[in-house]
């Protein structure tokens, strides 16, 4: 919404919810190895059979995207913690993958 309009105002509180979102699935879905994992219903994959003990890749390079995207907002909004700690967060999974 915000590249096709310009319009910024909602981006603050839409920040906050997706930071925050990022951070609880980063905490409760992550495996030693670093990669993370989802129950199959909530990925919408729920025919696709998988193992649990490393994480899953795609669920991992989503997370990166999702640092990049999270970054760019925190940027416009100028909350330069959030920027820079999704801008490592995406380096650490971009690595990983």
């Given amino acids: 919404y915000y590249r096709h309009t310009g319009d910024p105002a909602r981006l ?6 997706l930071a925050a979102y990022f951070d609880w699935y980063t905490r409760h879905r992550s495996r030693p190895a670093g990669y993370l994992w989802y129950d199959t219903f909530g990925s919408g994959m729920d025919n ?16 990166a995207l999702d640092c990049g995207a999270i970054a760019k907002i925190a940027l416009v909004v100028g909350d330069q913690a959030i920027a820079e700690a999704c ?3 995406y380096l650490g999974f971009k690595e990983l993958v």
């Fill in 12 to 17: 603050p509180r839409v920040l906050q919810n």
């Fill in 48 to 63: 696709m059979p998988r193992g649990d003990a490393w994480g899953w890749i795609d669920y991992t390079a989503q997370a």
């Fill in 87 to 89: 801008s490592a967060n």
